[in-house]
């Protein structure tokens, strides 16, 4: 088993926390074809009345003109990291220990298992934190996988 992972693009605006709000805006990106694979959303606890729209992808022409024109601009922090693979027990905790042993500090974490899969996201502050981030997860998918062929491997005699 390995795990694939991206850099995600994601865009992001605010929006009222009221109902409708998200869906305003959702409508204008299913109209201009999007097909998002990511949709997260938050309360702004400082700012009572308003939430945090995250989307991904917004590809094409047609999708950028869409999003620009009901608010939604590409961001750059959080820095995302979408990662799919074999789901495994304790992977969530073996993930974060290696990241806290690496002193990387994340910003939020989404995983979700479907099946025999997962797929998760994680947020870091800048690049050099999602890229140590992404060595430690490839690094533990690699591991993973000389486990699963040495199992699968017959033994010599």
Same mark, same amino acid.
């Given at each position: 088993m390995s795990f694939h992972l991206d850099r995600v693009h994601v865009w992001a605006c605010e929006v009222p926390d009221e109902a409708g709000g998200v869906a305003n805006k959702l409508h204008a990106l299913a109209e201009a074809g999007a097909n $998002? =694979?990511? /949709? #997260?959303? *938050? *309360? =702004? %606890?400082? *700012? !009572? #009345?308003? #939430?945090? $729209?995250y989307i991904a992808p917004v590809t094409g022409p047609e999708q950028t003109r869409a999003a620009k024109a009901v608010g939604l601009r590409e961001v750059f922090s959080p820095v995302i990291v979408r990662v799919e693979g074999d789901n495994q027990s304790g992977l969530a905790a073996r993930l974060t220990k290696e990241w806290a042993l690496a002193d990387i500090s994340f910003t939020g974490l989404t995983m979700t298992v479907l099946g025999p899969k997962f797929i998760g996201y994680a947020a870091f502050d800048? !690049? /050099?934190? +999602?890229? &140590?981030a992404a060595t430690i997860l490839a690094q533990i998918g690699t591991e993973a996988k000389a &486990?699963?062929?040495?199992? &699968?491997? %017959? +033994?010599? +005699?």
């Open positions: $998002l =694979q990511y /949709v #997260g959303t *938050r *309360r =702004q %606890p400082d *700012r !009572p #009345g308003t #939430g945090i $729209l800048n !690049p /050099v934190d +999602a890229n &140590k &486990k699963e062929m040495a199992v &699968k491997e %017959p +033994a010599m +005699a």
